[in-house]
């Protein structure tokens, strides 16, 4: 390999203390981005009761009303990331997202809840294609996968806080009349819940600012005429992923059908307790929520920490290793999970599932920052968010709902259509991650030269 090139800011010092602040405020911000996504899956039984609606339009609600715009949006906000400030960019999302959550307390039918959580996904959007370019420029490569897994791991904890909060939330309002706000009218518990996590989000919005936008890491692939660093066209992005096609589409779609697997899983896990279990929705909230918490983010940061060490050790496609291993973990007990017969049996298996599954995203971000010019990261970026938000949380909650409403026709089959999802997507996975290694590793290596 090449030395680097005159010119070029190629540093492996360890991080600042500034960094780990940056990545500190950031993983708030992912934190409350989570428990607003995922508050709707402890409310599924109440919303359906009360808008009289089915375990699909539930699912269209959890994944494709969000994904949409989240995906869509989410490219040319990367592009605007890649030109002017990601700090700002990620505060004016997160205050978005965070009235969007609570408006949709107000929702009174499907249609006006639908385009609540369309707004969730339009603010949500400008968060982690800027973020991760932020840690990429703010970290060096070798503590990279760790930075982004702990990053990370705040999906774990936001979806874990979100079902113990809005279990402490039910359990506050059961049996409560409804609530008279002024202005607004009465409101039905879960409704109120959607208000009570949203609004706090204003706040990590204003914390963002006190982060210091970094400088961008030039690499040979980055610098233009003049020596500037000139953020590429959509179309230029779009070229050097073709050019590349066999290291970005593995990774992208072997990561994608590991997150089907995983958010498959999140979405109907409280409803699966709640129907097979006769557990009340604060009793599943609580118990799941801790299972989220402690094995989602063990797994994820340990996935992190994973890549780095697989990388240093044994190359570039260390990232994918991780997520090869992730798929074969969490097939048998994802599987075995949602066939199981007692809560003691599914809550120690659904972690091991979580754990597995959640090891591949403190690699798969990392491992997009290792092929890609730091001009094109937050793009690239969103290339991949695109590609798995619209498959995994738009079609992966859908796929299980569809078998249970048209193929088992039966709410009790919930787990059955779970672990038919995992079984057809994790291995899958495993052999799309293993066989884009070669390409991937000769990526990486073209970028350093």
Not at 222 to 227: E, F, V
Not at 339 to 364: E, K, N, T, V
Not at 387 to 413: I, K, W
Not at 436 to 441: I, L, M, Y
């Amino acid at each position: 390999m090449s030395a680097p090139a005159a010119g070029l800011n190629v540093v492996d010092d360890a991080a600042p203390a500034s960094s780990w602040y940056a990545l500190a405020v950031l993983f708030i911000a992912y934190v409350f981005a989570f428990v607003d996504r995922a508050i709707l899956t402890l409310l599924v039984e109440p919303i359906r009761a009360d808008l009289q609606i089915t375990d699909t339009q539930i699912s269209l609600l959890h994944g494709f009303a969000f994904a949409l715009f989240y995906t869509v949006l989410g490219i040319p906000i990367a592009r605007l990331a890649d030109q002017y400030s990601r700090r700002n960019i990620i505060a004016a999302g997160v205050a978005a997202w965070s009235i969007a959550c609570a408006a949709c307390g107000l929702a009174r039918n499907f249609g006006q809840l639908f385009l609540g959580r369309i707004g969730v996904g339009i603010g949500e959007a400008g968060l982690s294609p800027a973020a991760y370019s932020m840690l990429a420029d703010q970290f060096p490569p070798r503590q990279l996968g760790l930075a982004i897994g702990i990053y990370t791991s705040g999906v774990y904890i936001g979806a874990g806080l979100a079902m113990i909060i809005g279990g402490a939330v039910i359990a506050m309002t059961l049996g409560m009349p409804e609530l008279n706000v002024p202005l607004v009218g009465n409101l039905k518990p879960w409704q109120a819940t959607f208000v009570v996590v949203g609004l706090p989000g204003l706040l990590v919005a204003l914390l963002m600012f006190t982060v210091d936008e970094p400088a961008r890491r030039r690499t040979a692939a980055d610098l233009a005429s003049g020596g500037q660093v000139l953020a590429p066209r959509f179309a230029e992005t779009l070229a050097h992923m073709r050019m590349h096609l066999r290291a970005y589409g593995g990774h992208i779609l072997g990561f994608t059908l590991i997150s089907v697997v995983y958010n498959a899983a999140a979405a109907w896990g409280p409803t699966f307790m709640i129907r097979r279990f006769d557990l009340d929705a604060t009793s599943a909230g609580y118990a799941l929520g801790t299972v989220v918490l402690v094995c989602g983010t063990g797994g994820v940061i340990a996935g992190g920490y994973l890549a780095d060490t697989f990388t240093r050790r044994a190359g570039a496609d260390g990232t994918l290793r991780v997520g090869a291993l992730s798929a074969l973990g969490s097939l048998p007990t994802g599987i075995a999970a949602f066939l199981a017969p007692d809560i003691h049996s599914f809550l120690p298996l659904f972690g091991l599932m979580l754990f597995a599954a959640a090891a591949a995203f403190g690699a798969a971000a990392a491992g997009l920052q290792a092929i890609t010019p730091n001009r094109m990261r937050a793009q690239v970026s969103a290339v991949y968010l695109f590609v798995l938000n619209m498959v995994a949380v738009g079609f992966g909650p859908t796929a299980a709902a569809l078998l249970t409403d048209y193929v088992f026709r039966d709410d009790l089959a919930v787990g059955k259509s779970v672990a038919v999802v995992i079984a057809a997507t994790a291995p899958l996975a495993a052999l799309l991650l293993h066989r884009a290694r070669s390409a991937f590793v000769a990526c990486a290596a073209q970028l350093q030269t």
